[in-house]
């Protein structure tokens, strides 16, 4: 279960325990000018992230906004929202490649990196730290959390676990939810 975004009333996905903090994490990709959202699963997450940005910047430009899936029927089924919003299938660790320097504002990715093993994931995440993205937004369950392909999507698998160990080894500001952790990074 991701974190929602904007603060809907669903208590197990929202940071208002944190106000300061919410607000930074918010804030970080509302002010984004492009935004590569990475993963979309259509039977549980809809379009609420989509949705939560054309509210708050309805009286500002949309960003630019691509949709990164890994597995082709997610990306198939995903109707871009807004006329900046495109999509198209890779995986973060491709992401590099698929994203040209000029849209390299801000990176999330939620329920993503326990997706691959942890030295995979650290590995892929100090890349765009390294090589382009000035803002990164990571949620993720705390520890391990067993679970296998959905839905057909073997990309569902989880091969790692996060704690606040590993976001702190990142330099991730991160906290707790009880949803799982949340953490982003700025470039310094």
Known sequence: MAYNFGGKPYADQTLDHLPEFKEEVDMTVLCAKSVV??????????????????????????????????HRPNVD?????????????????????LVPPWMRDCVVWQDGPEHLRNDVAERTIRSWQLLGFRTIVLSTPDGWLDQGPLNGNEYERHLGAWTKREYEALKFKVEKYSAGLIGFWRKG
């Open 77 to 97: 089924s995903f109707s871009t929202p807004y006329q900046t919003c495109f999509k198209t299938q890779g995986r973060a660790e491709e992401l590099l490649e």
């Open 37 to 70: 959202y990475i993963g979309w699963r259509p039977q549980d997450s809809g379009y609420e992230f989509f949705e939560w940005i054309k509210w708050a910047r309805r009286d500002e430009s949309l960003p630019l906004t691509l949709l990164v899936e890994a």
